[in-house]
Every structure is written in structure tokens, then in C-alpha cells.
């Protein structure tokens, strides 16, 4: 196979930021995507239906000429959030999930929930107008090694949440390891998990070995290569709980290359490429279409997108090492890989 027709697809996890930073990357996803789900992590957060609403116009006031790419809103889940205000903004098709941080668990996550007892009551009225949780899903917990917080998570705090509220409607974020893949599996129509790009591609050692590697350090961070090995299973297996969201996460350089530097992989721009390599390796072609296009707005109960994309196989494709913004440079995730699945048209 040479060329691959599909529906075009939608990235179920993204963050465009603001400002500057916005303008730089968003062409960057509406070139191959016809929609993404835009994550609320501000600063300061998303977190009322009139914030998403204004984030919502900045998004399409910086949208390239004649594209047709829509962004769907999301907001950031708070102790203080509002039930009235929510369901509003959820009745009126202005957002299309909520965002559950564990406070402290990521970038700009410092708003989040610490107390979960706290929103059960917005919990609730989520379940039953069927509006999804998407969750970080990582304790906090100093005492937990960073490498064992999303395990932890399933056992500590999904697994209780979903017990506590039947019907909750649940996206298990950017999963890293077999046992998420796992519990999300066992999980019924009611959970799904996205992957990432760059989840697919590196292991930890990618991260540490041979020098530290600050452009591929992201949360959650990547785990051993055996967890990576049960993502591409995932992935590329055609179940339809598993979607693509590529949490593409964009830090200026100055930002990254730094003593504490911010986690982050920026993957909007060879995102199409890299996962067609990865599923061809896994001879696995036939279900790309599934994983970019099919299973999120089946989960999201979304149409379908009507119009396609055409990837073509040939020589290895040159994609820029860096994006440009305003404020300086954005490095874009480097596959290791030769890629040579481009997007036509
Ligand atoms: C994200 C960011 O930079 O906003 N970073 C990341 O490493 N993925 C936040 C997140 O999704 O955890
Ligand atoms: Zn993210």
C-alpha cells in the first residue's frame, strides 16, 4: 500500500495556549486535523462557560484563512466549579468535555482538585447529561515515585471515582503504561483512553539514556519499553476504546532548556507521519483510520469528519526542526525515525 485515504482526523487532547503562542502552533494542527479537543490549562485556567466561550473567539480569530478547523472546548474542573454554570455550557454545545487535574500533577495544574468529595456533586450532573470527565491521571503524592503515579492513580483515585458515580463518563488521558491500557479495556462503554503520538515512539531511556533529553520529557513521563509495547498494541489494534489524542504541548526552548524545564512534547506537526511508520511496522495500516478518525467521535458522540485525507508513501519527508513564534522557538518532537507517509493536499 502507497496511499491511504481517510476521514479526516481529530486530535482529542491539545494544547494551543495564548497569545504569541496560539498564532505559532495552530496552523500547525488545522493543516491534517478537522478538530481538537482544546485543553483549558491557562494560566489562568478555563473554568467558567464565559472563559471558554473567549477562549473559544481567540482560537478562531487566530484559525489561518479558509481553514475549517473547530476547536472544541473544554474546562478546567475546580472545587469552586459550578454545576449551573457547566451544564449551561454544555447545553449549548459550547464545551465538549470537563478537565479533571489532580492539583500540582502537570503544568498549570495548581487550580485542580485536591479534595474529590468536593466536586462529586458536578461528578453527578455530568453523569447524567453524559458530558465526559477527561482526566490526568496521576496522584500527586510525593511519596510515589514518578514512575508508578498513573498505576497508582487507577487504584487510588479513578477506580473509586468511577464506583462513586455510575455513569460518569470518563477519558483516561495520554495512558503510558500496560496497566491503564488494561484497566481502560475492562472498563465498558463508558471509559476510553487516549494515546499520544510520542508515547508510541520513545521509552524512558529516550528521556535519560546517554545524555538527558529535555524534548522528550513530557507527563506523564515515558515509561520502560514494555509499557511502550502495550500502547502500540493498543493503538494499532482496532479496539475502539483507544483514540488519538496527541497532548501535543508546546514550551518555548527557553522554557525546556533550563535547570527545571517544563514538560512537553510538541508533536502537532509530523503527528500524521510518525503514526502512519508506527502502524505500517505493526502491518497495521487498515486501522490508523480507526484510531485518528472513528473511535473518538464515536466515544465523543460526534459525526464522523465527511471530508478526507490522502497519505502518500515515498521518499523520507522533511519536516522543520522548529517552529517559529513571536517570543522564540518551538522544537518540534524528533521521531528518530524516517518518515515516509506525507499528508497531501
Ligand atoms: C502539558 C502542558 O504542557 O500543558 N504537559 C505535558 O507534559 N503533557 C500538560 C499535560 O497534559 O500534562
Ligand atoms: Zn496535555
Given at each position: 500500500m502507497d496511499s491511504l485515504t481517510i476521514p479526516r482526523p481529530d486530535d482529542w487532547h491539545l494544547h494551543l495556549r495564548d497569545g504569541a503562542m496560539l498564532r505559532?502552533?495552530?496552523?500547525?494542527?488545522?493543516?491534517?486535523?478537522?478538530?481538537?479537543?482544546?485543553?483549558?490549562?491557562?494560566?489562568?485556567?478555563?473554568v467558567t462557560a464565559a472563559q471558554a466561550a473567549d477562549y473559544r473567539d481567540r482560537i478562531l480569530a487566530a484559525k489561518p484563512l479558509n481553514s475549517k478547523f473547530r476547536p472544541l472546548m473544554t474546562l478546567y474542573l475546580t472545587e469552586e466549579t459550578q454545576v449551573r454554570d457547566l451544564r449551561a455550557a454544555a447545553e449549548i454545545g459550547l464545551v465538549t468535555a470537563v478537565k479533571l487535574y489532580p492539583a500540582g500533577a502537570t503544568t498549570n495544574s495548581a487550580s485542580g482538585v485536591s479534595d474529590f468529595a468536593k466536586v462529586r456533586r458536578v461528578l453527578e450532573n455530568m453523569a447524567q447529561i453524559g458530558l465526559p470527565l477527561c482526566v490526568h491521571g496521576e496522584v500527586t503524592d510525593p511519596t510515589i515515585d514518578?514512575?508508578?503515579?498513573?498505576?497508582?492513580?487507577?487504584?487510588?483515585?479513578?477506580?473509586?471515582?468511577?464506583?462513586?458515580?455510575?455513569?460518569?463518563?470518563?477519558?483516561?488521558e495520554h495512558i503510558t503504561t500496560r496497566?491503564?491500557?488494561?484497566?481502560?479495556?475492562?472498563?465498558?462503554?463508558?471509559?476510553?483512553?487516549?494515546?499520544?503520538?510520542?508515547?508510541?515512539?520513545?521509552?524512558?531511556?529516550?528521556i535519560l539514556a546517554g545524555g538527558i533529553r529535555p524534548h522528550y520529557y513530557c507527563l506523564p513521563v515515558a515509561?520502560?519499553?514494555?509499557?511502550?509495547?502495550?500502547?502500540?498494541?493498543?493503538?494499532t489494534g482496532g479496539e475502539a476504546c483507544f483514540f488519538l489524542g496527541t497532548d501535543s504541548a508546546p514550551h518555548l526552548d527557553a522554557a525546556k532548556l533550563m535547570p527545571c524545564g517544563c514538560a512537553g512534547c510538541f508533536t502537532a506537526t509530523n503527528t500524521l507521519s510518525i503514526l502512519a511508520e508506527v502502524f505500517e511496522r505493526e502491518a497495521a495500516l487498515e486501522r490508523l483510520e480507526g484510531f485518528v478518525s472513528r473511535h473518538g467521535p464515536a466515544f465523543y458522540r460526534l459525526p464522523v469528519n465527511t471530508d478526507t485525507v490522502t497519505l502518500i508513501k515515498g521518499e523520507p519527508v522533511a519536516y522543520p526542526a522548529l517552529i517559529a513564534t513571536d517570543d522564540g522557538p518551538v522544537t518540534v518532537f524528533d521521531p528518530m525515525m524516517p518518515l515516509h507517509w506525507r499528508v497531501a493536499g
Amino acid at each position: 500500500m502507497d496511499s491511504l485515504t481517510i476521514p479526516r482526523p481529530d486530535d482529542w487532547h491539545l494544547h494551543l495556549r495564548d497569545g504569541a503562542m496560539l498564532r505559532a502552533v495552530l496552523p500547525e494542527t488545522a493543516r491534517h486535523f478537522a478538530r481538537a479537543l482544546v485543553m483549558p490549562n491557562l494560566v489562568p485556567p478555563v473554568v467558567t462557560a464565559a472563559q471558554a466561550a473567549d477562549y473559544r473567539d481567540r482560537i478562531l480569530a487566530a484559525k489561518p484563512l479558509n481553514s475549517k478547523f473547530r476547536p472544541l472546548m473544554t474546562l478546567y474542573l475546580t472545587e469552586e466549579t459550578q454545576v449551573r454554570d457547566l451544564r449551561a455550557a454544555a447545553e449549548i454545545g459550547l464545551v465538549t468535555a470537563v478537565k479533571l487535574y489532580p492539583a500540582g500533577a502537570t503544568t498549570n495544574s495548581a487550580s485542580g482538585v485536591s479534595d474529590f468529595a468536593k466536586v462529586r456533586r458536578v461528578l453527578e450532573n455530568m453523569a447524567q447529561i453524559g458530558l465526559p470527565l477527561c482526566v490526568h491521571g496521576e496522584v500527586t503524592d510525593p511519596t510515589i515515585d514518578i514512575f508508578d503515579r498513573e498505576a497508582v492513580f487507577i487504584d487510588r483515585v479513578l477506580d473509586p471515582i468511577r464506583r462513586d458515580v455510575p455513569g460518569l463518563r470518563v477519558v483516561m488521558e495520554h495512558i503510558t503504561t500496560r496497566d491503564a491500557a488494561d484497566y481502560v479495556r475492562a472498563g465498558g462503554p463508558d471509559l476510553a483512553a487516549t494515546i499520544t503520538t510520542h508515547h508510541l515512539v520513545i521509552n524512558r531511556n529516550h528521556i535519560l539514556a546517554g545524555g538527558i533529553r529535555p524534548h522528550y520529557y513530557c507527563l506523564p513521563v515515558a515509561k520502560r519499553e514494555e509499557h511502550r509495547l502495550a500502547l502500540v498494541a493498543a493503538a494499532t489494534g482496532g479496539e475502539a476504546c483507544f483514540f488519538l489524542g496527541t497532548d501535543s504541548a508546546p514550551h518555548l526552548d527557553a522554557a525546556k532548556l533550563m535547570p527545571c524545564g517544563c514538560a512537553g512534547c510538541f508533536t502537532a506537526t509530523n503527528t500524521l507521519s510518525i503514526l502512519a511508520e508506527v502502524f505500517e511496522r505493526e502491518a497495521a495500516l487498515e486501522r490508523l483510520e480507526g484510531f485518528v478518525s472513528r473511535h473518538g467521535p464515536a466515544f465523543y458522540r460526534l459525526p464522523v469528519n465527511t471530508d478526507t485525507v490522502t497519505l502518500i508513501k515515498g521518499e523520507p519527508v522533511a519536516y522543520p526542526a522548529l517552529i517559529a513564534t513571536d517570543d522564540g522557538p518551538v522544537t518540534v518532537f524528533d521521531p528518530m525515525m524516517p518518515l515516509h507517509w506525507r499528508v497531501a493536499g
